[in-house]
């Protein structure tokens, strides 16, 4: 069984900082990229952020040079985190981990974490 557990956001004024959590429980993880996704009102969600098992990082272009992303294996838990610096109200949103490509299905749907949500105001 796997699960996906996000935390870390909050509300916060544009020029800080957030680290973002995601406890990523189940053997697969350990084995694919992982990454940092995001969603804004009434936007379609969008990648951010990914991560190889090596390594390997990829930034979307907004984020680039702001976010960073890192990951942490144990047996059956992957922590993958989203250290985010220089935030700025376009960057409200519901951030939500999982593998690159989100393939994971719970019944008919891909499976996602609850989500964190970031909020970026003054």
């Known amino acids: 069984q796997v699960q996906l557990v996000e935390s870390g956001g909050g509300l916060v004024q544009p020029g800080g900082s957030l680290r973002l959590s995601c406890a990523a429980s189940?053997?697969?993880?350990?084995?694919?990229?992982m990454g940092w996704y995001r969603q804004a009102p009434g936007e379609q969600r969008e990648l951010v952020a990914q991560i190889t098992r090596g390594g390997g990082t990829v930034y979307a272009d907004s984020v680039k040079g702001r976010f960073t992303i890192s990951r942490d294996s144990a047996k059956d838990t992957v922590t993958v985190y989203l250290q985010m610096n220089n935030l700025k109200p376009e960057d409200t949103a519901v951030f939500y981990c999982?593998?690159?490509?989100?393939?994971?299905?719970?019944?008919?749907?891909?499976?996602w974490g609850q989500g964190t949500q970031v909020t970026v105001s003054s």
């Open positions: 999982n593998t690159v490509p989100a393939v994971l299905r719970s019944g008919g749907n891909i499976y």
């Open positions: 189940g053997s697969i993880f350990s084995r694919v990229a």
